[in-house]
């Protein structure tokens, strides 16, 4: 499977600032995913980040709030935009590997002060 | 690390014992499907999976059953170890639209006791 990295791992903020957050993974993939884990919740997918066009966005997140880059095959970014204690989460990606299976990073933790 | 699923059904069992976790899914038309654990401080990590054309799949320690008439999936793990104690996630996917991306269950909390 591949080897997904996020930094930071984790993060205190201050409210009205943004976080960026970054994944490497260490072979080209076709398809990552962003995912916010709420404190003692499921996972929720953010968007799907596609390499080389905007990212595709779920219900209820929008570009604004929660911007994303992918700017080749290996790597990702998503910015937590003008934030309060409500963003504080879990943050994961994922990458598409061998067809359907997902795999996720460890996580970056931000809290929202 | 800080705690995952702090408020999820907890199951308990004896280190030794067999664990059934049990999810039920949301889409009739899921084809695709995924067993997760995760354990504190840590992103989730990949168990198993199963595709609608089957009904049940073995790896080491564990299997996984899908009844797509009652749309439920089970996770069951043989001689349950200290170390299986985490958060357990079940996960979905409609795999031929093309949209890979997958709708998570609400988690199981496995407490394995000594």
């Known amino acids: 499977s591949a080897v997904i990295s996020q930094k930071p791992s984790r993060d205190i903020c201050q409210r009205g600032t943004s976080l960026t957050i970054q994944c490497q993974v260490d072979s080209q993939v076709t398809m990552m995913f962003w995912y916010r884990q709420q404190p003692g919740q499921s996972l929720t997918l953010i968007a799907t980040a596609n390499q080389g066009s905007e990212a595709t966005y779920e219900s209820g997140f929008v570009i604004d709030k929660f911007p994303i880059s992918r700017p080749n095959l290996t790597f990702s970014t998503l910015t937590v935009s003008n934030m309060s204690p409500e963003d504080s989460s879990i943050y994961l990606c994922?990458?598409?590997?061998?067809?359907?299976?997902?795999?996720f990073g460890p996580g970056t933790r931000l809290t929202v002060l | 690390g800080e705690s995952v699923g702090l408020h999820l059904p907890t199951l308990s069992v004896q280190e030794g014992d067999n664990s059934i976790i049990n999810c039920a899914y949301s889409n009739s038309a899921s084809d695709y499907f995924i067993w997760y654990k995760q354990e504190s401080g840590k992103g989730p990590q990949f168990i198993i999976d199963?595709?609608?054309?089957?009904d049940k799949r073995q790896g080491q320690r564990v299997t996984v059953l899908l009844n797509k008439t009652v749309k439920h999936l089970s996770l069951q793990i043989a001689a349950t170890q200290p170390g299986d104690s985490a958060v357990y996630f079940c996960a979905e996917n409609l795999s031929d639209t093309g949209r890979r991306a997958l709708t998570f269950g609400s988690g199981t909390r496995l407490q394995v006791q000594p």
């Open positions: 994922s990458v598409l590997w061998d067809g359907d299976t997902q795999y």
């Open positions: 199963i595709r609608s054309n089957m």
